[in-house]
């Protein structure tokens, strides 16, 4: 056993030894010199590196819908339960027809607010991945203050506002309506 360990602590030793100081007999190193072949550049065509730049975006933009699609169709439930939320909301607000009804539908909902982002939440922890999110803000917004008001407006007679609230709701509720649809035909990834 000692023989093998004095002779691998030499064989570490001459190969140390051997490393600060070069050999007399070895042969001269080759080194790699560049070629004049690999430091020619290449001709750029760069209408062919826009098209192909713009392939690639369009590729990656549907990439990320087709995820998206994906996401929200298997949470799908849980969008219909959001969505029926602020349906019955502004359904509330639309049947009211005293000061009264309207603050009782305005509390009703402020009141459902806090579940209302714990579902959202629920379907998107980090806020990434569902197509909907910023018009369930919207809504949110919508029913919490502003849709309130114009049907107090429309009650004093002034239905302009309520007009502008309705179009803006219906807006967000198409665009999300649409989106789940597209989401309910997505395949598997």
């Known amino acids: 056993m000692k023989t093998w360990l004095s002779f691998g602590t030499g064989l570490v030793l001459a190969a140390c030894m051997g490393c600060k100081s070069p050999s ?12 004049r072949s690999s ?6 065509d760069a209408a062919a590196g826009q098209l192909a ?8 933009r ?18 219909l339960a ?3 939320l602020f349906e019955q ?14 603050g009782r539908a305005l509390a009703q909902f402020r009141s459902a607010v806090p579940r209302l982002r714990a579902r959202i939440q629920k379907i998107d922890r980090f806020g990434r991945s569902s197509r909907v999110l910023d018009d369930y803000t919207a809504l949110t917004e919508l029913f919490s203050a502003a ?17 502008q609230a309705r179009s803006e709701a219906s807006s967000h509720f198409a665009k999300i309506h649409e989106w789940l649809e597209v989401a309910a035909r997505a395949e598997d990834e």
Do not use: C, M
């Open 82 to 84: 959001v969505l029926e």
């Open 53 to 60: 730049l713009a392939q690639w975006t369009e590729h990656l």
């Open 39 to 44: 430091t020619a550049k290449l001709p750029e």
């Open 147 to 163: 849709y309130a008001s114009a049907r107090l407006a429309a009650l004093r007679g002034d239905g302009g506002a309520l007009e």
């Open 24 to 35: 007399t007999n070895s042969k001269p190193s080759i080194k790699a010199s560049p070629s």
């Open 62 to 79: 549907e990439e990320e819908r087709a995820r998206q699609a994906n996401y929200d169709r298997r949470r799908l439930p849980e969008h």
């Open 89 to 102: 909301a502004r359904d509330r607000y639309d049947r009211a027809v005293t000061k009264a009804a309207v």
